[in-house]
């Protein structure tokens, strides 16, 4: 009479294994909700990305063009200013003085450039 459960004991295992059941169908339908997830983040990713790369096609196209047009009223304001001074000066000294002038610019900025690059902090040890 020993080797018989109680009825207590019976119940009590029966709910063990309802449980047990529910515990690992609420498991499987954890993963199988990750999974799901997991995979509409990577297509929303997906759609994100490829709006932001037309996005992006778009703004460099139009940087681009921009800065075509900005070199040629560069060149345009170069030419005028090198038209305007050989009426004074002859073409031969304008276009000296154009070119010094261009020359000039171009030394100090990089100038500047360079003291600029060397207080940048190239190794981490350096901030």
Same mark, same amino acid.
């Given at each position: 009479m020993d080797d018989e459960p109680l009825p207590g004991e019976a119940a009590a295992s029966a709910a063990g294994d309802t449980e047990e059941k529910t515990l690992t169908s609420q498991v499987t339908g954890l993963?199988?909700? +990750?999974?799901?997830?997991?995979?509409?983040? +990577?297509?929303?990713?997906?759609?994100k990305l490829s709006v932001n790369m037309a996005a992006t096609k778009r703004v460099v196209a139009l940087a681009g063009i921009a800065i075509l047009f900005g070199s040629m009223a560069i060149i345009a304001l170069i030419l005028g200013i090198l038209l305007v001074l050989s009426d004074y000066f002859g073409p031969l000294a304008s276009t000296g003085i154009v070119t010094g002038s261009a020359l000039l610019v171009a030394t100090i900025t990089m100038s500047m450039a360079i003291k600029r690059a060397r207080k940048l902090p190239l190794d981490e040890n350096d901030a």
């Open positions: 993963i199988e909700d +990750v999974r799901i997830l997991a995979r509409a983040e +990577v297509e929303y990713y997906r759609a």
